[in-house]
């Protein structure tokens, strides 16, 4: 069964960090695209960033180009978001998301607040 569990969530203020983590399991983790999805008050899903471990490829939205960072624990089966220079703008539901034999699979998500 795959389980997809995010951490790491929180308030901050604008210009902090926080760093999300989401632990998977019940699937070949190193050979799969993970990518967080974040969901802001009142709207749609929003694209983050996305991970190809096997291609060593990483990818985007231009929002958050520059002040976050997507990368893996391959040995833990662990995907992470460092996210810095946070603006409020950045408040939502952080989802952590697996593609897996063409399937998508969602964490529960950690919220992420922005606020002074």
């Known amino acids: 069964e795959v389980q997809l569990v995010e951490s790491g969530g929180g308030l901050v203020q604008p210009g902090g960090s926080l760093r999300l983590s989401c632990a998977a399991s019940g699937f070949t983790f190193s050979s799969s695209a993970m990518s967080w999805v974040r969901q802001a008050p009142g709207k749609g899903l929003e694209w983050v960033s996305s991970?190809?471990?096997?291609?060593?490829?990483?990818d985007y939205a231009d929002s958050v180009k520059g002040r976050f960072t997507i990368s893996t624990d391959n040995a833990r089966n662990t995907l992470f978001l460092q996210m810095n220079s946070l603006k409020s703008e950045d408040t939502a539901v952080y989802y952590c998301?697996?593609?897996?034999?063409?399937?998508?699979?969602w964490g529960k998500g950690t919220l992420v607040t922005v606020s002074s």
């Open positions: 998301n697996a593609e897996v034999s063409k399937r998508y699979y």
């Open positions: 991970i190809y471990s096997y291609i060593s490829n990483t």
